[in-house]
């Protein structure tokens, strides 16, 4: 499994989930105190204060602790109405063209589907990404109106 942290200008953090490894909180907030804050962190030139964080409804995205790192981060986290997986553009921008392309290949272990996602990622032009957020930034905002209800892509 891949935990995918990117914005408008690419990817910042994969992170490949090991074998007998599940996402808590506790894993969770080690990514986003460590590698993603890092990453964020060197990736962007303005203050942290600007990062604008959608996480959907995971119990380990709304634990409290999690919650409370987010806020002495200062990031902003966006609302993410119950029931509304229509919000999370990884499911349809990112994944969608990423299982087309693993589609039909055969690995001969781990790594090797490690090294092709991550290769996939890099050669990604910026606009798929920039043209994602967009999509993203548009659909959230007629979500949000919506009050959570299902919006048609």
Request: charged share 25%.
């Amino acid at each position: 499994m891949a935990t995918i942290f990117w914005d408008s200008k690419g990817v910042l953090y994969v992170d490949f989930l090991t074998e007998h490894c599940t996402i808590n909180t506790e894993y969770y907030l080690a990514l986003v105190e460590g590698p993603v804050k890092t990453a964020i962190r060197n990736k962007r030139k303005r203050a942290q204060t600007s990062v604008s964080f959608l996480q959907d409804n995971a119990r380990p995205h709304l634990a409290a602790r999690t919650m409370d790192t987010i806020q002495k981060l200062k990031w902003n986290i966006l609302p993410h109405p119950p029931y509304s997986p229509d919000l999370a553009s990884s499911n349809y921008h990112l994944f969608s063209p990423l299982k087309e392309h693993l589609g039909g290949k055969r690995f001969r272990n781990n790594e090797e589907v490690i090294q092709d996602v991550q290769e996939w990622l890099h050669w990604q032009p910026k606009e798929f990404f920039l043209s994602s957020s967009h999509k993203l930034t548009d659909h959230w905002r007629k979500c949000i109106t919506n009050q959570g209800y299902y919006v048609e892509k």
